[in-house]
Nanobody, 121 residues
Framework: HVQLVESGGGSVQTGGSLRLSCVLS????????MAWFRQVPGKEREVVAA????????YYAGAVKGRFTISQGGTKNVVYLQMNRLQDEDTGMYYC???????????????WGQGTQVTVS
């Protein structure tokens, strides 16, 4: 039984920073990628950043490139999303997902966390 637990969301002023954390647990997980998705009301979930946990390769959506950084913790099952220079448009529910590289859309995600809200104003 694979579980993903996110933390670190909250409210921040425009231009500020937040760091999201995600911990994956579950003995049966054999994937090689984790990612962060974002969803705003009325829109589909979209991938923000992804990382190949077996090699460190990363992917970023154009809107966040240069501002967000995805990284692994000391173990393969922990991933972070450092978000800098946050903009109002970054507001949304952020979901941690696990799957197989490359994760470029919702159909590539196998497991989903419950989500953590980020509000920028």
């Amino acid at each position: 039984h694979v579980q993903l637990v996110e933390s670190g969301g909250g409210s921040v002023q425009t231009g500020g920073s937040l760091r999201l954390s995600c911990v994956l647990s579950g003995y049966t997980y054999t994937g090689n990628s984790m990612a962060w998705f974002r969803q705003v009301p009325g829109k589909e979930r979209e991938v923000v950043a992804a990382i190949y946990t077996d090699g460190g390769n990363t992917y970023y959506a154009g809107a966040v490139k240069g501002r967000f950084t995805i990284s692994q913790g000391g173990t393969k099952n922990v991933v972070y999303l450092q978000m800098n220079r946050l903009q109002d448009e970054d507001t949304g529910m952020y979901y941690c997902v696990a799957g197989l590289w490359p994760i470029t859309g919702v159909r590539d995600a196998v497991y989903w966390g419950q989500g953590t809200q980020v509000t920028v104003s």
